[in-house]
């Protein structure tokens, strides 16, 4: 079982208290967490402050907007139903059935026309992001068409998830709401808000009680703050981009409030981890008993999707909204080693000392997972810091997993 020396522990703190220490230009404050299979915690850390200008200390307690940390939880409440045969993975009838808006979008072409599909949308293709959907803030095609209105995913309405296509399914990989319309199949086929689905055979068998769409008022009360970096590098306080779900209060505000499975969960890091000890441990939970996926359908999940596209994470993503993220040009710089896709989640090796096939993924304002089932270890990363792709962050987030790695007994 994967543990880590004392000296280890001693580095990683030092590492970590060092990346928040100048509160004017460094990361305002983050926790770090790392788990075994076994749920148990090898690391667990907070260091810096609240937010930028708060007096008040970074906890293990606060709460975080996890964002597209999300759409590994999404994934897993659709393969759930997977299994017992109530979603399937290549059923184009079934997503057409359960949702007119899948069946009837449009692509949008390079010259801003909307044209028909060649193919009907499946739920791999929405798990894989091969379904044709973008995001406006990394796909200028997708922001300009918006304008002069302009798509906001965040908003909780459902109007920002009605986009266009800005590819034909199946035909190349992009990054966008896809995980969005697979939640909506989940509440579609179940009848419960995808919110109510995952608390009920997710959070609950698991126990937990700090990650939900809808923050209850302890959790909002301990919300790390979110921050702005400047483009000459320092820090402003930032409005909280994920606003509507933190301001609803009666039962048909919430009901009118978008689930959105791409970007929608506030989490306690801490609680985080146990769903990546899960994975780790094949659908199993060591600590409460409880299996929420068989380790095929585990398996499955960390499959490459998409061995036709082996250069998908090397294209480059544009910063289409500069306030929300840099420019990347590679989603994992890791030379040598393949690269896939898995169902919700990116899968690579890496120079930290990471396994092939690891998973991991990311949330906009600049929190990191990753899930090495080989070595059994997991970990988070968590900030709040836009634009995302933050490279004081991202230096942390390998200076740790490194740090694990080189440290394990």
């Not at 990346?19 to 788990?35: L, Q």
């Not at 007119?100 to 798990?127: F, H, Q, Y």
């Amino acid at each position: 079982m994967s543990k880590l020396s004392t000296s280890a522990v001693s580095g990683l703190r030092t590492t970590v208290d060092a990346a928040c220490a100048n509160p004017v230009s460094d990361i305002p404050g983050v926790t770090v967490v790392v788990v075994n299979k076994n749920g148990e915690e090898l690391f667990a850390h907070s260091a810096g402050n609240r937010g930028v200008g708060s007096s008040e200390k970074m906890t293990l307690d606060n709460i975080f907007w996890i964002a597209s940390c999300t759409k590994m939880i999404t994934g897993i409440a659709c393969m759930q139903l997977v299994e017992q045969g109530l979603l399937a993975l290549d059923d184009s009838a079934q997503v057409a059935k359960l949702s007119s808006e899948l069946r009837d979008v449009k692509v949008l072409t390079s010259d801003g026309k909307l044209v028909e599909k060649s193919k009907p949308i499946t739920l791999r293709m929405l798990l894989n992001h091969t379904a044709g959907f973008g995001y406006t803030f990394f796909n200028e095609k997708l922001r300009d068409y918006s304008k002069p209105i302009g798509y906001d995913e965040f908003s909780g309405h459902s109007f920002d998830m009605l986009q266009p296509l800005v590819n034909q399914p199946g035909e190349a990989w992009e990054y966008g709401i896809n995980i969005d319309w697979a939640g909506v199949l989940v509440e579609r086929v179940t009848g419960l808000s995808l919110n109510d689905y995952m608390q009920k055979n997710i959070m609950q068998p698991l126990g937990l009680k700090n990650i939900s769409m809808f923050p209850s008022g302890d959790m909002k009360a301990k919300l790390a703050h979110m921050n702005f970096r400047n483009p000459d590098g320092k820090l402003s306080a930032f409005d909280h981009l994920q606003r509507r779900p933190l301001i609803v209060e009666t039962e048909d505000q919430v009901k009118s409030c978008f689930n959105s499975g791409g970007a929608g969960c506030f989490a306690k890091p801490q609680e985080y981890a146990q769903i990546l000890a899960v994975l780790l441990n094949n659908g199993t939970s060591l600590i409460t008993g409880a299996q929420i996926l068989k380790q095929a359908t585990v398996d499955e999940m960390f499959k490459n999707q998409i061995p036709n596209l082996p250069s998908f994470a090397r294209n480059g993503i544009p910063d289409a909204k500069p306030w929300l993220t840099n420019p990347i040009p590679d989603l994992y710089p890791a030379p040598g080693h393949e690269q896939g896709w898995g169902l919700t989640f990116m899968l690579t090796g890496g120079p930290t000392g990471r396994s092939p096939g690891t998973a991991q993924w990311a949330g906009l304002p600049n929190l990191w997972w990753w899930c090495d089932r080989e070595k059994g270890i997991a970990g988070i990363v968590c900030s709040q810091v836009l634009p995302f792709a933050d490279a004081k962050v991202l230096g942390l987030w390998f200076g740790v997993e490194g740090g694990i790695y080189a440290g394990l007994q």
